[in-house]
């Protein structure tokens, strides 16, 4: 009898066929909305996640491994999925080029005061805005070092950055020039030009960028978050940028969304504010398509999944 797999992503043809080329495959792909209980029966793999099925699917019998299309999972009964013995992986890394590229136009903007040049074009004004800094030789500081951190340090590293990572682990990564714990992140701040956010949302990093953190930057330096708007205290983030103790910041993430219109950061020339675009992508739903059908291949040969397993109880940027 052939593995029944249930896809809600709407799959193009191309990818339908990279799947049911795969022997022993059952694949039935159906709409979100349009799903029902009744289209879980004998599922054995189950290609991202429906809250209105949440129920039927804990309930599910035949149900070993789900595969979701975004990086977060932070939203999924993930104690209840663990007990029940079902493997989840995740889409990490599907976005890491597009939000690293994200953040290196950050970073280039607020060198080269661009931001302010489209300030200038706006009112048709010919105006230079000095100093005119680099990003060549600066050192930037990446707060999490996962998939999207990693992409970001590759592509400061070839713009000539030095690269400081910060992640929980004593685990190495080829684009970083020298990794540091958790538990000196607060003295490493204070040597870096770019302090980047690649934090999940969690307990532990629930307002962990704070006045304490920002009092420790230097004053020539710029926070930029592309991670998880909850892990930044944002009066205290206010109050570092209207006392100029830091230089800037770039925003793809803040809390709550959208920004309060009434924010001051909206008015802050020397603040960048995107509206949480830095995951979107074009390619989006290919790579993560990929790392869905490298998963099924092993799983129907192997028996277990090899990518993106999410270890439950484990931040998923570690």
Do not use: C
């Amino acid at each position: 009898m052939d593995m029944k797999v249930l896809s809600l992503v709407n799959l193009t043809d191309h990818q339908r066929e990279r799947i049911e080329k795969i022997p022993s495959v059952d694949l039935t792909v159906t709409a979100p909305e349009n799903v029902t209980a009744a289209d879980l029966k004998d599922v054995e793999v189950l290609y991202n996640w429906s809250n209105s099925l949440k129920d039927d699917i804990l309930k599910s019998s035949s149900l070993n491994w789900i595969q979701v299309v975004r990086a977060g999972v932070e939203s999924l009964p993930l104690r209840e999925l663990s007990e029940k013995g079902i493997t989840l992986t995740n889409g990490s890394g599907a976005n890491s080029i597009n939000i690293a590229e994200q953040t290196l136009a950050y970073m280039l903007i607020l060198m080269r005061n661009m931001n302010l040049s489209v300030l200038h074009q706006a009112k048709k004004e010919w105006k230079h805005d000095e100093p005119y800094n680099e990003v060549y030789g600066k050192t930037v500081m990446i707060v999490g070092v996962g998939h999207v951190g990693s992409k970001i340090a590759q592509y400061a590293k070839a713009l000539g950055m030095k690269t400081v990572g910060v992640r929980r682990s004593d685990q190495t990564d080829v684009n970083i020039d020298e990794m540091i714990p958790m538990s000196d992140f607060k003295d490493g701040v204070k040597h870096a030009n770019f302090v980047i956010n690649a934090l999940p949302d969690t307990e532990d990093t629930n307002g962990i960028f704070n006045a304490e953190l920002f009092d420790e930057m230097s004053k020539k330096a710029f926070y930029i978050n592309i991670g998880r708007g909850k892990t930044t205290n944002m009066d205290d983030l206010v109050s570092a940028l209207q006392e100029k103790k830091i230089a800037g910041a770039a925003l793809d993430v803040v809390t709550p969304e959208p920004l309060n219109e009434d924010s001051p950061l909206w008015d802050m020339k020397n603040v960048i504010i995107t509206p949480h675009n830095a995951g979107m992508s074009v390619h989006y739903a290919d790579r993560a398509f990929g790392i869905f059908k490298r998963n099924l291949k092993s799983y129907v040969e192997n028996g277990e999944v090899v990518e993106n397993v999410v270890v439950f109880g484990k931040r998923v940027s570690d």
